[in-house]
Antibody, heavy 129, light 107 residues
Framework: QVQLVESGGGVVQPGRSLRLSCAAS????????IHWVRQAPGKGLEWVAV????????YYADSVKGRFTISRDDSKNTVYLQMNSLRIEDTAVYYC??????????????????????WGQGTLVTVSS | DIQMTQSPSSLSTSVGDRVTITCRAS??????LVWYQHKPGKAPKVLIY???SLQSGVPSRFSGSASGTGFTLTISSLQPEDFATYYC?????????FGQGTKLEIK
């Protein structure tokens, strides 16, 4: 079945680095954009980054821009999130999610709409001294 | 960046209640609005996309509507498995911002 599995989380000191992986299966990986979303303890969901289906476009949240890098290896059906200069406030469960899309009529606006599905189960990153 | 303002932040409700959650975008998003359900320790689950389209497999008691930059998620008759946190998200442009979330609690 369609599945995403995150790995690479753990405990790391402030200022250090960590690389998360998101392994995909059950679908044509090279046809989909993949996102990272995080949830800090007791907080809501925060979008982090996206990489397009072909890797040509990448976008980041301001909170991680310049510190995090998203990449993909289609030969391994895997997306990575390289996290450098980690801060206490980066502590969170990190989820990867596939961007799916379809045709819908939203009121009078018919077009191609997108959503995140599926999501992985998440991997916990704890930044602490 | 587009800001998503969701309310209420929490709601004390009972099984069988009709529940309405609202979300407002800071600018037009042309109905690129998604609703998710999130339970602790689980992956978020998409309920509604394109503001009002029900995701396959989602019960029909969930519905979404839109009016300009305002959006509503309605649960017509709350079931025990619906106690969770709900988020709206705009997928119109990056960064794909979420609302702050609405936690449904048992009264």
């Amino acid at each position: 079945q369609v599945q995403l599995v995150e790995s690479g989380g753990g405990v790391v000191q402030p200022g250090r680095s960590l690389r998360l992986s998101c392994a995909a299966s059950g679908f044509t990986f090279s046809s989909y954009a993949i996102h990272w979303v995080r949830q800090a303890p007791g907080k809501g969901l925060e979008w982090v980054a996206v990489i397009s289906y072909d890797g040509s476009s990448k976008y980041y949240a301001d909170s991680v821009k310049g510190r995090f890098t998203i990449s993909r290896d289609d030969s391994k059906n895997t997306v990575y999130l390289q996290m450098n200069s980690l801060r206490i406030e980066d502590t969170a469960v990190y989820y990867c999610a596939r961007e799916d899309w379809g045709i819908a009529a939203a009121g009078t606006l018919e077009g191609t709409y997108n959503w995140f599905d599926p999501w992985g189960q998440g991997t916990l990153v704890t930044v602490s001294s | 960046d587009i800001q998503m303002t969701q309310s209420p932040s929490s709601l004390s409700t009972s099984v069988g209640d009709r529940v309405t959650i609202t979300c407002r975008a800071s600018q037009t998003i042309n109905n690129y609005l998604v609703w998710y359900q999130h339970k602790p320790g689980k992956a978020p689950k998409v309920l509604i996309y394109a503001a009002s389209s029900l995701q396959s497999g989602v019960p029909s008691r969930f519905s979404g509507s839109a009016s300009g930059t305002g959006f509503t998620l309605t649960i017509s008759s709350l079931q025990p498995e619906d106690f969770a946190t709900y988020y709206c998200q705009q997928t119109y442009s990056a960064p794909y911002t979420f609302g702050q979330g609405t936690k449904l609690e048992i009264k």
